[in-house]
């Protein structure tokens, strides 16, 4: 992993002479790690042509050493992370305009840099990092599948356990137990797991509703190996399925289908967008698929590029995407089927190979 940092570095640094500045601080703690390994929770680093530098405090110390080995020099602060930084700079005589990641930053922080770090021209920046880390190396791509792999062998072993009359918070616990019995770090984001009326509500909390026979349940999760993210929604019928929810099943599964095999590296996230928005709209139900189709997913469960009707961005061969087209009903319910999907030089592949078909699972 030294020598892919080290070429992320470089990139980095073409990007901070492009936006004319002498050096960049990041505080993303996504984009620390990408460009250093390391993974613990305080961390600033400060990138310049000089050298890479990254402060965390004495909690990191051995940690700090393991991950990030030559990639940065790890300067182990005993106080404040931004003393330290301050010391640092002062050392540094040629860095006098430094780029700062005005998405991440908080105000008390961009204060610090407006009073403490004032002799100093700091400059907002964007994307400089997340640009780059649309882009997955191989190894990257593994992860991710790796974690893929997790999310659905934690999945067939919720489904089988699934019964009427559980709440949605017993399901959710049944699956984050199989998630992390089955090597997930954690839980890149709160599962969702809504039944009956509620699947109609896309990013619905478990709550203590009891599963009923003939109910659509939803289940919108992730997994997570060595940071990078997996993310899978399936949604099933308890009992057998009516005609209704046979008919908008397949609606959203031929959606599913259709942009998970033809979306390309180039297009735009509009342009794929449009591929399963246009066959729900062509079936009538349009005006019940209200959010975007989907969004890049690595270090982050969401992070660059987007897949949405205002997205003009193109999508970069390499980069993993979501495919969640979804048909949701006020009132009766809602279907969403999520694969992710790497954009590969030669295609698209897609890395959650859980079958899309209808689930009945016995009542």
């Not at 700062?100 to 009073?115: C, G, I, K, T």
Request: glycine share 10%; hydrophobic share 40%; charged share 25%.
């Amino acid at each position: 992993m030294s020598d892919q940092r080290r070429r992320r570095l470089a990139a980095l640094l073409d990007g901070l002479t492009a936006a004319h500045v002498d050096s960049l601080l990041v505080t993303s703690l996504a984009n620390v790690r990408y460009l250093t390994g390391f993974s613990g929770s305080s961390a600033l680093l400060l990138v310049s042509q000089r050298e890479a530098l990254l402060i965390t405090d004495f909690r990191y110390q051995t940690q700090a050493a393991d991950e990030v080995g030559d990639s940065a020099r790890v300067l182990i602060e005993p106080q404040s992370l931004w003393a330290g930084l301050w010391q640092q700079l002062a050392q540094q005589p040629g860095v006098q305009v430094l780029g700062f990641e005005s998405a991440h930053l908080l105000h008390r922080d961009f204060q610090r840099l407006m009073e403490a770090g004032a002799r100093w021209q700091w400059r907002p920046t964007l994307d400089l990092v997340e640009t780059l880390r649309e882009r997955k190396d191989p190894e990257e791509v593994q992860l991710i599948e790796r974690a893929a792999n997790v999310a659905i062998r934690a999945l067939e072993r919720t489904l089988a356990e699934v019964r009427v009359g559980m709440t949605e918070l017993q399901v959710a616990g049944v699956l984050e137990r199989a998630l992390r019995d089955e090597g997930s770090e954690g839980f890149p984001f709160p599962s969702i797991v809504a039944s009956g009326s509620r699947s109609a509500l896309p990013h619905a909390r478990a709550t203590s509703a009891r599963v009923r026979e003939g109910d659509l349940l939803l289940l919108d999760f992730g997994a997570e190996v060595e940071g990078y993210c997996a993310d899978i929604t399936r949604t099933v019928v308890v009992g057998r399925a009516s005609a209704e929810q046979r008919e908008i099943y397949d609606v959203v599964r031929h959606a599913n289908e259709q942009a998970s095999h033809s979306i390309r590296a180039g297009m735009t996230g509009r342009d794929a967008d449009a591929i399963a928005r246009g066959y729900i709209e062509q079936r009538g139900y349009g005006d019940l698929f209200g959010h975007g189709l989907g969004h890049g997913v690595g270090l982050e469960v969401h992070e660059a590029p987007r897949l949405s009707r205002t997205a003009d961005g193109a999508l970069a061969e390499g980069a993993v995407v979501t495919i969640e087209p979804g048909v949701y009903r006020p009132g009766w319910g809602g279907v969403r089927i999520e694969d992710d999907v790497v954009l590969d030089a030669a295609g698209p592949r897609i890395l959650t190979k859980f079958t899309r078909e209808l689930i009945e699972i016995p009542g």
